[in-house]
């Protein structure tokens, strides 16, 4: 019998349906993987088996674990099921653990609560835990406080709370998301392991196809709270019935069709940046010893090539960014845009910054919630000596919204009525109305669903071809990197490390960085990426 | 929602009470009628006369002239001045600009604000006026406060560094994308120094050291009322009561504002 079986459960919040008759079952020692876009449901089906759901949701169906029904059990029966049968691991590591509290302190409280231990057995319970997510004693004591830990570190005692009673069911939400790639697949390994050695069953939320082809047995695919299909892992990837799923595998695979025009004209040249930061203070007068974020960066762009910049957080892509944006000054070297010097500290004129534009990662926080589109999409204007007004002002407005595929009449709506792939057009339109000849992707498709992220790319490389721009399309993500650029450079601690033909480093990395990335890079097999035609449909 | 109503409430009518007594009031608070001195609220006095018999509801309307003045005007002198100081030391985070006005704050909040008013109309003459500027200067570095925490918040947005990007000044940035997104914050904190400015007027007052006779004022007329409290007690229970139920109201209406004017339940609404 199933460890949890879940059957025509539906679900509605304030008069609005959430999930429709949806049906699942798990069985010990296994992974489902749950694929879903966002707002389809995947996290609510989750948060359903431990009814830990908003205010105004209403349950109906049936949710067996391990015999009991749990949209009909009292609330002191969830509140021992939950933490003692059902662990749950969420997304973001940096705010699940309480920053005042010691690690040792958090993972032998849920001891504790449900095995009546006392507390120093209780102690001794958590530190054998530790260990078993790779976090041994020498190095991480049960007083570490969560902020002296690393992103993956503290994951890895998210995991061990959720494991520490030994749950039948562990409910990963989007665990690695938050994480870098070579972070991402130790976890995925971990969660592996424990599932298998403790017969745990795991629900595992996911977005990313590629992800769930490595950890999960079985899969289900929800679309518009309904799962649309469902079945092994392997035969629903090969056999893809449903058209909703081949539609995610294609745009998971999508190849944006562009050809590079590159001329030999260089546009953007780094040669030697180096950004320090002071460091922290020691003392009252001392200092740490200042903090190199980029140290000795060189590289050129040239005229209509598109170059991407991978690496993972903390490398120094981010401060790189700025400093080419001329928001932060060089401690050395220098930056040129079209043979214009760079130099945040002397001040950027208007009319060199006008060549440059940027899109950022955050489709919610990148426009002013105050402002109509119209004038967001207009500041970039501010750079004009003579802006056009009036009528010239409005046909400018009406062209970039065009031409991202949004409506002029879009001009006077606020950024909030957009969803997340038409602000992420709408910040391409902001970058676009005065003309650049280089656009600065800063993660600039990576909060965006695979379907959505798709057409992003196909607009890009449209764009690109349209109005001669050049990109510099900084991710953390291999697969869209190496769709969308010419070539590549790869950042490792603040240094260039790997610079090629973006095919060449994929197929035949240099640097052992490179090749450490490209394995920890999650990928779906090769047969399953490229099947069914571009089936990309639906509306963003 | 309901203490943002019944707090307006509360506010509207002590200050629609205020602007009325401009132009009528039940008695006149200058007249001097012996005959009906110190009558106990009701019949034709609602709330009494005092030791001068003069009306009581008229006292209150006009004290509130006082008090409301006071507050608006301190306010006023704290946003007018402190909200620029905070943007501009936002704007310059880490900066020696930014030092130099918060250090500058620090200093500010460090004396105790009533016994430097107190200070002030010592060595300036007692009257309404001084009192104003005493608790002005107060509010600034509360303001500049609030203010910078706001927008240090917002400086690290990227519509922000999208404005930077376009070659917007911070100066301009401030006005145009920061300002308008951190008034719900600099507004509530509005309410709340609105009624520790009718407090204070009213301590300053009761002090001798605010209003000077025969304008009245709430605290003044707690003052006057100390030495009869024993046989007329409704002259203390009355400015008492006008303080504490205008403080009570302006601080609901602070609430009920930090409710209606959040984004998250705005983003909930949309």
């Known amino acids: 019998m199933s460890l949890l079986s ?15 008759d949806v049906s699942l079952s798990l069985e010990p020692g296994r992974i489902l993987g749950l694929i879903g876009e966002s707002g389809s449901g995947k996290t609510m089906t989750a948060f359903s088996v431990t009814r830990l759901l908003p205010r105004g949701s209403v349950l109906s169906g049936k949710i067996l674990l391990a015999g009991t029904d749990t949209v009909t059990a009292s609330e002191s029966r969830m509140c021992a099921l939950r933490g003692d049968m059902v662990g749950m691991v969420f997304q973001e590591p940096m705010t699940a653990l309480n920053p005042l509290q010691t690690i040792g302190a958090q993972i032998a409280e849920t001891l504790v609560l449900h095995k009546a231990l006392s507390r120093r057995a209780a102690e001794a319970e958590a530190r054998a835990v530790l260990d078993r997510v790779g976090l041994p004693e020498p190095e991480f004591p049960l007083t570490r406080y969560p902020h002296e830990l690393s992103g993956g570190q503290r994951q890895r005692v998210v995991i061990a709370m959720a494991v520490a009673c030994g749950p039948k069911l562990l409910i990963a939400d989007e665990p690695t998301t938050a994480l870098d790639v070579t972070t991402q697949a ?22 990313d196809l590629a992800v ?66 002071p460091g922290a203070r020691r003392g009252l007068f001392g200092h740490h010893p200042p903090k190199v974020a980029v140290d000795d960066v060189s590289f050129t762009l040239h005229d209509g090539e598109s170059l991407g910049l991978v690496g993972e957080s903390g490398c120094g892509k981010s401060t790189l960014t700025r400093a080419i944006l001329g928001l932060e000054p060089l401690q050395g070297g220098e930056i040129r845009l079209a043979g214009d010097r760079i130099d945040a500290a002397q001040g950027v004129p208007g009319a060199v910054r006008a060549r440059m534009q940027v899109v950022f990662q955050d489709p919610y926080g990148s426009f002013n919630p105050r402002h109509k589109v119209s004038r967001l999409i207009s500041e970039p204007f501010h750079l004009l000596d003579s802006p056009p007004t009036g009528a010239d002002r409005r046909r400018a407005i009406d062209e970039a919204l065009e031409a991202v595929g949004l409506s002029s009449g879009d001009a006077e709506k606020y950024a909030h009525e957009f969803s997340g792939g038409q602000r992420q057009r709408l910040a391409i339109a902001r970058a676009l109305i005065i003309k650049p000849a280089l ?22 490389a449209d764009l690109g071809k349209a109005y001669k721009l050049s990109y510099l399309f900084i991710s953390h993500d291999l697969h869209v990197v190496r769709r969308i650029t010419d070539r590549v450079l790869v950042m490792q601690s603040g240094r260039i490390v790997e610079v090629g033909e973006t095919e060449a480093v994929f197929r035949a990395p240099q640097h052992a960085y490179t090749r450490t990335l ?18 990309s449909g639906g509306d963003i | 929602m309901r203490g943002l109503v019944l707090g307006g409430l509360i506010a509207a ?86 030092e130099v006005i918060m250090r500058s704050n620090d200093l500010v909040f460090a004396f105790p604000a009533l016994l430097i008013a107190i200070l002030i109309t010592a060595v300036f003459g007692p009257s309404a006026l001084n009192a104003i500027i005493a608790i002005g200067i107060f509010n600034i570095p509360v303001f500049a406060r609030v203010t910078r925490g706001a927008a ?56 001798g050291l605010g209003a000077q006779p025969p304008t009245p004022s709430w605290g003044r007329m707690l003052a006057e009322s100390q030495t009869m409290i024993s046989f007329a007690p409704h002259l203390a229970l009355v400015p008492g009561l006008s303080i504490v139920i205008m403080v009570l109201g302006l601080n609901l209406m602070g609430d009920g504002l930090r409710d209606v004017l959040d984004p998250r339940l705005r983003k909930r609404r949309a």
């Open chain 1, 6 to 20: 879940i059957e025509r459960l539906s679900l509605s919040m304030h008069g609005i349906q959430i999930l429709r």
């Open chain 1, 186 to 207: 130790q976890i995925l390994k971990l969660i592996r392991r424990l599932v298998d050695e403790d017969g745990m069953a795991a629900l595992f939320i996911t977005h």
């Open chain 1, 212 to 277: 769930v082809s490595d950890i999960a047995d079985d899969v289900a695919i929800m679309q518009t709270g309904r799962v649309v299909e469902a079945g092994p892992t392997d035969e629903v990837f090969a056999t893809q019935s449903h058209p909703y799923t081949r539609a995610l595998f294609a745009a998971s695979g999508h190849q944006p069709d562009r050809v590079a025009e590159v001329a030999p004209a260089p546009l953007l040249e780094v040669r030697g940046a180096r950004r320090t930061y």
């Open chain 1, 439 to 460: 656009i600065v992707l800063d993660e600039a498709v990576s909060a965006l669903d695979v379907r959505v992220r798709a057409r992003i790319l196909d607009l890009l």
């Open chain 1, 518 to 535: 490209l394995a920890a890079a999650p990928h779906l097999p090769e047969t399953v990426a490229g099947a069914g035609a571009d089936a």
């Open chain 2, 13 to 98: 009518i002590f200050t629609a009470a205020a602007l009325i007594s401009f132009l009528w009031t039940p008695g006149d608070v200058t007249a001097v009628d012996i005959a009906n001195r110190l009558k106990p609220p009701g019949g034709a006095y609602p709330l009494g006369t005092d030791h001068f018999g003069r009306d009581m509801v008229s006292m209150v309307m006009v004290g509130a002239r006082v008090s409301i003045a006071v507050a608006v005007v301190a306010v006023g002198i704290g946003m007018v001045l402190g909200i620029p100081l905070g943007l501009t030391a936002a704007a310059r985070r880490g900066g020696l600009i930014d």
């Open chain 2, 152 to 207: 240090l918040a917002l400086w690290s947005r990227e519509f922000i560094l999208a404005a930077q990007v376009a070659g917007k000044g911070r100066l301009r940035i401030s006005a145009e994308h920061i300002l308008p997104n951190i008034a719900n914050t600099v507004i509530v904190q509005g309410t709340i120094q609105f009624s520790f400015g009718i407090i204070s007027e009213a301590a300053l007052s009761y002090v």
